[in-house]
């Protein structure tokens, strides 16, 4: 059974789309590595263990915004915390990125910060949500 607050998560709009821009932002970065260059040539020098979690991760990630999108999300994350953890994850990525992106804004052009992208309240919650939950241990 999902945790109440967790399945709050998944049944605000809102919340749902932060959670889907985190893990497409995350996906995204992956698929960057092999763009470049520099990206591919870093890809080949990790240990065969690390690419092989790289790669994992990045099947993860792909299935969890299949997830996201499909209509049997709830049975789906009702499997276990696995994908929680990658969503926690995704999420913390998603908003250090934004951090960085508007401090080099501020930096670079005199922009002030905004608090939409440094300070976004949605999600801001679901970290909040997710550093809570997804240290439980698997109920089943």
């Known amino acids: 059974m ?10 605000t709009n809102d919340t ?8 497409s932002y995350q996906l995204q970065k992956l698929n960057n590595v092999e763009k470049t260059n ?7 020098e990790l240990p065969t263990i690390v690419r092989e979690k790289f790669d994992n991760y990045k099947v ?4 969890l ?11 789906e994350m009702n499997k276990g915390y696995y994908y929680w953890r ?7 990525t998603y908003r250090n990125d934004l951090k960085e992106y508007d401090l ?3 930096q670079e052009f005199n922009l002030q910060e905004t608090k939409a992208i440094s300070e ?8 909040g949500v997710l550093e809570h939950h997804v240290v439980e241990t698997d109920p089943s």
Do not use: F
């Open 86 to 92: 990658l969503l926690r994850s995704a999420c913390n």
């Open 104 to 106: 080099q804004l501020s």
């Open 38 to 44: 520099e990206g591919r040539d870093w890809y080949a």
């Open 120 to 127: 976004n309240e949605s999600l801001d919650e679901c970290i």
């Open 60 to 63: 993860d990630y792909e299935r």
């Open 2 to 11: 999902i945790n109440p607050e967790l399945l709050r998560l998944i049944e």
């Open 65 to 75: 915004s299949r997830i996201l999108e499909s209509d049997q999300m709830k049975d």
């Open 16 to 23: 749902l789309d932060v959670l889907k821009d985190s893990v």
